[in-house]
């Protein structure tokens, strides 16, 4: 299992990021996400109140 997180606000363009604890690139303003075997579970969470999502290309490499 992992642990993801989400950022609050999105960017510019109306994305969201998808982390993945410990990578650098987590925004203090974070929104715990859940635990989740699979990014795609993780992105399915996200999804379900959320239009855009991206995955962090720092910590999904
Ligand atoms: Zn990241």
Redesign the pocket.
């Known amino acids: 299992m992992k642990i993801y997180y989400i950022d609050r606000r999105p960017d510019k363009e109306g994305v969201y990021?998808i982390?993945?604890q410990g990578?650098p690139?987590?925004p203090l303003d974070r929104l715990f996400l859940g635990r989740f075997e699979e990014t795609a579970a993780a992105i399915s969470a996200a999804k379900a109140n959320r239009s855009q999502i991206k995955c962090?290309e720092?910590?999904?490499t």
Request: with cysteine; charged share 20%.
């Open positions: 990021r982390h993945i990578c690139d987590i962090c720092t910590c999904h």
